[in-house]
C-alpha cells in the first residue's frame, strides 16, 4: 500500500472503500501528494499517541492563558496552498464556547474539525471524517463533546422540535438509553453517554475507520470539555 508519512494515499483510499474504477475527480481534484507538497507543507508526527498529547498540551497553555498561536500567519497558509496535513481530527459541538483550534492552542492545517450540534455521528460526519483520516492522513478522531450541551438537554426533554432540529434530537436520543438518568447529575451523565455514543457510532457505521483502526492507522478517543474550566477531560 503506498504511503506518504504513514498515511493512505487516495488510490488506496478509494481501494479501502471499494471506489476503484470510479475514481475520477471526487473531493476536487488530485489529493496525492508529490515530493515537493510533501517538502513545502511541513509534516508533523502523526501517531495518535503524538497528536494526543499535542493536543493536551495545547489545551494546558490555553487554561494556562499561555497560547502561543501557532501556525496563524498567512506566510503558514500559503505553505499550505498545495496539501494540507492535519494531524488530528475532531468531531465537536457546534457550541458557540467550544471552537476546537482555541481551545487547543493550533492553527491553519492542524485539525481537520466537523461541528454539529450535539456532536452527532451522522452519515455526512462519517464520511468527513473517512476523509480527513483514510485521505489527509489524520490518525486520531477525538469526539468532542462538552459541559451543558444544549443538544443534549433538548434530547433529555423529549419534547417535539421546530423545522429539522428533530434531527439532531433523534441522534442523540439512542445515548441516553444506555445511561441512569435517576442517579448523579443527569446532563453530566446523558453529555458523557453521548459522547461514548457517537464515538462507537463512528466505528460501527464506517468500515473505513474500523479498517484503518485494525490496522492500527486510527485511534478514536471520546473527550468531554468543561465549560465552567476550559479543560478538556479524556473519557477512558
Ligand atoms: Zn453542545
Redesign the pocket.
Known amino acids: 500500500m503506498a504511503r506518504i508519512n504513514g498515511f493512505v494515499g487516495r488510490r488506496d483510499f478509494l481501494k479501502l472503500a471499494g471506489l476503484v474504477g470510479i475514481a475520477s475527480a471526487s473531493f476536487g481534484g488530485s489529493l496525492l501528494w508529490s515530493k515537493q507538497q510533501v517538502a513545502v507543507a511541513d509534516v508533523y508526527p502523526v501517531n495518535p499517541h503524538q497528536a494526543l498529547k499535542r493536543l493536551l498540551d495545547g489545551n494546558q497553555r490555553f487554561l494556562l492563558q499561555q497560547r502561543q498561536y501557532p501556525d496563524q500567519s498567512l506566510e503558514r497558509l500559503r505553505l499550505l496552498t498545495k496539501a494540507q496535513y492535519p494531524f488530528a481530527s475532531i468531531l465537536g ?3 458557540s464556547r ?1 471552537p476546537a483550534e482555541i481551545i487547543f492552542d493550533q492553527g491553519l492545517g492542524n485539525l481537520f474539525v466537523v461541528r454539529v ?3 452527532v455521528a451522522s452519515d455526512m460526519i462519517i464520511g468527513s471524517l473517512e476523509y480527513s483520516t483514510a485521505v489527509l492522513g489524520s490518525q486520531l478522531v477525538v469526539v468532542l ?2 459541559i ?5 438537554v433538548e434530547a433529555i426533554k423529549n419534547e417535539p422540535h421546530p423545522g429539522k432540529i428533530n434531527f439532531v434530537v433523534e441522534g442523540i436520543k439512542p445515548a441516553l438509553a444506555q445511561v441512569n438518568l435517576s442517579t448523579g447529575n443527569i446532563y453530566v451523565n446523558a453529555v458523557t453517554a453521548n459522547i461514548k455514543y457517537q464515538a462507537e457510532q463512528l466505528q460501527k457505521s464506517s468500515t473505513i475507520l474500523a479498517k484503518l483502526i485494525s490496522v492500527g492507522k486510527l485511534k478514536i478517543v471520546s473527550a468531554c470539555y468543561d465549560i465552567n474550566t476550559g479543560k478538556v477531560n479524556i473519557i477512558k
Open positions: 459541538c457546534a457550541d467550544v450540534a450535539g456532536n463533546g462538552h451543558s450541551c444544549g443538544a443534549v
